[in-house]
C-alpha cells in the first residue's frame, strides 16, 4: 500500500531518523558512520581493503571474541543483501529508461518491447551486456580493490552531477509553476536546493581526490581519469540519446508497461 500524501513528509523523516513520535536520533549516521568508524578502530589504516573492509572488520573481531564460526554467515548474508540490492538497482533504471522511451522516443522500437509480464526483458539483457563489458575492465587494473575504488567513485560523481540536476530542477518549478497542485510542499526549498548543491558540489570534488591507497598515482592524473569516466558513462550516453532519438520512437498510450496477467485460479 502506498503512502497516504499528508504522511509522506512523516515517512521521510523516519526513514532518515528515529519514528516521529519518538526520541530524536538520526538513524542513517548511525548505520553509515558508526561501522565506519568501527572499521577504522579494528583494522589498520594500510590494511583496510576497499571491497572486504566490512569482512576484515568481521573477521577481526569474531575471532578475538572466539566467534571465527560465525565469519561464513555474515558473508552469506551481506552476500544475500547484496544480491537483492543489485536486483532492484537493476530493475529501476530500466523501468524508468522504458517509460521515458516510450513518451520521449529516446529508445527504438526494439528495446521498447516487454513480455507478458511487462518486464522489459531487452533493456535489461542490454543492461547485462553493459555490466559484463565494464567487468571485463577489471583484468585491465592491476588491484581488484582500486578497480572498485575508480568504478564506485564514478557510480557517485554520475549520482552527485543528478542531484545538482534535481535541486536546479526544483527551484525553477517552483518558481515557473508555484500554484500547481502537489503531494508535498517543501518549506524553504530554495535554502535546501542550496545546501543540497553545495553539498553535492563539495562531494563531487572530493571525489577527484584519490584516496591514501592511490599514494603511487599523480592526483592530476586520478582527476582526470574520473572525469573521462563520467563523461563516457554519465554524459555521453544522454546526449547522445537525446540526439538521436524520433518522433516516430514515442509508444501510443501513455508510455507504461502493460499490467501482468491475472492469476489462474
Not at 523523516?13 to 528515529?18: C, F, H, I, K, V
Not at 558512520?33 to 572486504?52: E, K, M, R
Not at 540526439?243 to 485460479?265: E, H, I, M, T, V
Request: glycine share 10%.
Amino acid at each position: 500500500m502506498f503512502v497516504r500524501r499528508r504522511h509522506r513528509p512523516r515517512a521521510t523523516l523516519a526513514g532518515a531518523s528515529a519514528p516521529v513520535h519518538g526520541p530524536p536520533g538520526p538513524v542513517q549516521p548511525a548505520v553509515f558512520i558508526g561501522p565506519t568508524l568501527a572499521i577504522s578502530w579494528v583494522i589498520p589504516a594500510g590494511q583496510i581493503s576497499f571491497t572486504v573492509g566490512v569482512m576484515q572488520a568481521f573477521d577481526s573481531l569474531f575471532t578475538h571474541f572466539g566467534l571465527g564460526f560465525a565469519v561464513p554467515l555474515i558473508a552469506t548474508a551481506l552476500a544475500v543483501g547484496a544480491l537483492a540490492g543489485m536486483i532492484s538497482w537493476l530493475d529501476g533504471p530500466s523501468e524508468g529508461l522504458l517509460l521515458i522511451g516510450r513518451k520521449q522516443g529516446f529508445l527504438p522500437p526494439y528495446f521498447q518491447k516487454v513480455n507478458r509480464y511487462g518486464i522489459e526483458v531487452r533493456i535489461i539483457a542490454a543492461q547485462g551486456v553493459v555490466i559484463t563489458l565494464i567487468a571485463v575492465l577489471y583484468a585491465f587494473i592491476p588491484s581488484v580493490s582500486h578497480a572498485y575504488w575508480v568504478f564506485t567513485a564514478l557510480a557517485t560523481q554520475v549520482y552527485l552531477i543528478m542531484y545538482v540536476l534535481m535541486f536546479i530542477a526544483a527551484v525553477k518549478l517552483r518558481r515557473s509553476q508555484p500554484d500547481r497542485p502537489r503531494g508535498y510542499r517543501a518549506p524553504a526549498l530554495g535554502l535546501l536546493c542550496l545546501l543540497g548543491t553545495v553539498s553535492s558540489v563539495a562531494a563531487f570534488v572530493i571525489g577527484l581526490i584519490p584516496p591514501a591507497q592511490f599514494g603511487h598515482l599523480n592526483p592530476l592524473t586520478y582527476a582526470i581519469e574520473i572525469l573521462a569516466g563520467i563523461l563516457a558513462i554519465g554524459i555521453v550516453p544522454p546526449l547522445l540519446m537525446d540526439r538521436l532519438r524520433k518522433p516516430s520512437w514515442k509508444a501510443a498510450g501513455d508510455g507504461s508497461a502493460p499490467p501482468p496477467p491475472a492469476a489462474r485460479p
